[in-house]
Nanobody, 118 residues
Framework: QVQLVESGGGSVQPGGSLRLSCAAS????????MGWYRQAPGKQRELVAV???????NYADSVKGRFTISRDNAKNTVYLQMNSLKPEDTAVYYC????????????WGQGTQVTVSS
C-alpha cells in the first residue's frame, strides 16, 4: 500500500511558477511509476507527467517545455516544477503511484488546487 500526500498548490498569475510535491509512504524506487494528473471542471482527468522507477519520463504535449517532473528517492518524494503557467493549467492536480506486483494497483493523493489567473 502507498499513501500519497500532495502539497504546493496555490494561486498564481499567468507566467508564474509553482512546485508541487508528492510524498510517498514507501521508497519510491520500489514503485513502478509515479506521476501527476490534473482535472479541470467539466473535463476528464488527464495525464500531465509520469516518471518510472527506471527513469523514463513522459509529458503531455500541453506542458512540454514548461513542466518538469523529478524525484528524490532519499525523501520518497516526486516533484512537479511548473513554469510559465497559463490559465488553462488551472485544475486540481493529483499525484499517482502505480505498483505492479502480482496485481496492478493505482494509488491517488487527495489533490491540490492550482489556479492561474490575472
Amino acid at each position: 500500500q502507498v499513501q500519497l500526500v500532495e502539497s504546493g498548490g496555490g494561486s498564481v498569475q499567468p507566467g508564474g511558477s509553482l512546485r508541487l510535491s508528492c510524498a510517498a509512504s514507501r521508497s519510491i524506487f520500489s514503485i513502478n511509476a509515479m506521476g501527476w494528473y490534473r482535472q479541470a471542471p467539466g473535463k476528464q482527468r488527464e495525464l500531465v507527467a509520469v516518471i518510472t522507477s527506471g527513469g523514463s519520463i513522459n509529458y503531455a504535449d500541453s506542458v512540454k517545455g514548461r513542466f518538469t517532473i523529478s524525484r528524490d528517492n532519499a525523501k520518497n518524494t516526486v516533484y512537479l516544477q511548473m513554469n510559465s503557467l497559463k490559465p488553462e493549467d488551472t485544475a486540481v492536480y493529483y499525484c499517482n503511484a502505480l505498483l505492479i506486483r502480482t496485481v496492478v494497483t493505482d494509488y491517488w493523493g487527495q489533490g491540490t488546487q492550482v489556479t492561474v489567473s490575472s
